[in-house]
């Protein structure tokens, strides 16, 4: 089993120059997605510093947020069309 070295592991200054992804930078990023217009860049930052789970929770409150949204809308008209 070969020996790690120092130069296998991320140093402190490797990880500090990888910054990470913000919740509004996350909202964002599952806004763009909601509407398919998301930047190269912001794609390629979203891989590089994201983690796959915050992406996913954001995505699946949002999308809960939009059909109640939608759901309570809907409601409301048809009570006020009765």
Do not use: H
Not at 39 to 48: A, L, P, T, V
């Amino acid at each position: 089993m070969p020996m790690k070295t120092t130069s296998d592991s991320p140093t402190v200054d490797n990880q500090d120059a990888v910054k990470r992804v913000s919740l509004l930078q996350v909202i964002g990023s599952i806004l763009a997605c909601f509407y398919g217009v998301q930047s190269s860049k912001n794609r390629k930052r979203d891989f590089q510093s994201g983690k796959a789970g915050t992406f996913i929770a954001v995505g699946v409150v949002m999308t809960a947020v939009w059909y109640l949204t939608i759901y309570l809308v809907v409601t409301l008209v048809l009570k006020v069309a009765k």
